[in-house]
């Protein structure tokens, strides 16, 4: 059973990893672009009047993953009624607690409600979905996503804030994207390699790193990693993303209000000791 459904956690895992893929860098995207025009509006200036920019900046991240958590949660419902109509339409009337509990179906065809005069082939595919389908199975994997995308988004939109605070122009954000973007897309690839090997050291190392763990390990949830392995990756990207948030509020802060001058990444660095 484990060997027949191993193409569709496969394939259901690579869809959660890029789906947190393109999460994260469009929201955090959209953090990075609000920065900029505000900086260009000079709009900061008045803002920072009246709130610090530590709060401002926290404020800005939260308020832009509430809008994905949102658009999250609208995708979750339309997807169960989806599940729904296809199980009504598609499965009318075949027990499929039973179908998923039936084991190997090559040995021979089990007595199971509803499914009459169907051949072993057809009830083989039909046990991939009532796999897939596991009320137990979608709500670890939701929980999974859920928490991945707000680790995920909270580290990198902090990066894609402090960037933003230090340029003055979207054309000036090239020098500084590049390193965290290769971080993204490797993480995406190290995703795509666990599909064939989901227990192998890179698997496991990519999804104890903060900044690949909410891909790789999306990847590798579906083929039963154990709970100490997603509760320990889970632990390491909080903690990163608010050390990084800290950091990035301290680049933030000095950035947000300096124009006409390209920093370089040493003298960013410097900002980070200003109190």
Same mark, same amino acid.
């Given at each position: 059973?484990?060997?027949?459904?191993?193409?569709? +956690?496969?394939?259901?895992? /690579?869809?959660?990893?890029?789906?947190?893929? %393109?999460?994260? %860098?469009?929201?955090?995207?959209?953090?990075?672009?609000? &920065?900029?025009?505000?900086?260009?509006?000079?709009?900061?200036? &008045?803002?920072?009047?009246? $709130?610090?920019?530590?709060?401002?900046?926290?404020?800005?991240?939260?308020? &832009?993953? +509430?809008?994905?958590? $949102?658009?999250?949660?609208?995708?979750?419902?339309?997807?169960?009624?989806?599940?729904?109509?296809?199980? =009504?339409?598609?499965? @009318?009337?075949?027990?499929?607690?039973?179908?998923?509990?039936?084991?190997?179906?090559?040995?021979?065809?089990?007595?199971?409600?509803?499914?009459?005069?169907?051949?072993?082939?057809?009830?083989?595919?039909?046990?991939?979905?009532?796999?897939?389908?596991?009320?137990?199975?979608?709500?670890?994997?939701?929980?999974?996503?859920?928490?991945?995308?707000?680790?995920?988004? /909270?580290?990198?939109?902090?990066?894609?804030?402090?960037?933003?605070?230090?340029?003055?122009?979207?054309?000036?954000?090239?020098?500084?994207?590049?390193?965290?973007?290769? /971080?993204?897309? %490797? +993480?995406?690839?190290?995703?795509?390699?666990?599909?064939?090997?989901?227990?192998? @050291?890179?698997?496991?190392?990519?999804?104890?790193?903060?900044? =690949?763990?909410?891909?790789?390990?999306?990847?590798?949830? @579906?083929?039963?990693?154990?709970?100490?392995?997603?509760?320990?990756?889970?632990?390491?990207?909080?903690?990163?993303?608010?050390?990084?948030?800290?950091?990035? +509020?301290?680049?933030?802060? &000095?950035?947000?209000?300096?124009?006409?001058?390209?920093?370089?990444? *040493?003298?960013?660095? *410097?900002?980070?000791?200003?109190?």
């Amino acid at each position: 059973a484990k060997e027949s459904s191993s193409e569709v +956690a496969s394939a259901i895992g /690579l869809i959660g990893g890029m789906i947190i893929y %393109f999460f994260i %860098f469009m929201y955090a995207s959209q953090v990075m672009k609000g &920065v900029i025009e505000e900086k260009t509006n000079r709009i900061i200036e &008045v803002l920072v009047s009246s $709130v610090k920019p530590f709060q401002f900046l926290l404020g800005k991240i939260i308020g &832009v993953a +509430a809008v994905g958590l $949102v658009q999250f949660l609208i995708w979750v419902v339309f997807g169960l009624v989806l599940i729904l109509v296809m199980q =009504t339409f598609f499965l @009318p009337g075949i027990d499929l607690e039973a179908l998923r509990n039936a084991g190997n179906l090559a040995g021979g065809l089990p007595d199971i409600a509803g499914t009459g005069n169907l051949s072993a082939e057809k009830m083989q595919i039909i046990q991939k979905v009532a796999m897939t389908i596991d009320p137990i199975f979608i709500i670890k994997f939701l929980a999974s996503f859920l928490f991945y995308f707000i680790g995920g988004y /909270l580290l990198y939109a902090s990066l894609f804030a402090a960037i933003g605070s230090a340029v003055d122009g979207q054309e000036d954000t090239q020098q500084f994207m590049l390193p965290v973007t290769l /971080l993204l897309v %490797f +993480a995406l690839y190290a995703g795509i390699y666990s599909m064939e090997n989901p227990d192998g @050291p890179l698997a496991f190392w990519c999804s104890m790193i903060p900044f =690949t763990s909410p891909i790789v390990m999306m990847v590798r949830v @579906p083929f039963e990693v154990p709970l100490w392995e997603i509760l320990l990756s889970i632990g390491f990207l909080y903690i990163s993303s608010i050390g990084f948030t800290w950091f990035s +509020a301290k680049i933030y802060r &000095v950035g947000i209000l300096m124009y006409g001058k390209k920093p370089s990444i *040493k003298e960013m660095s *410097k900002w980070l000791r200003y109190k």
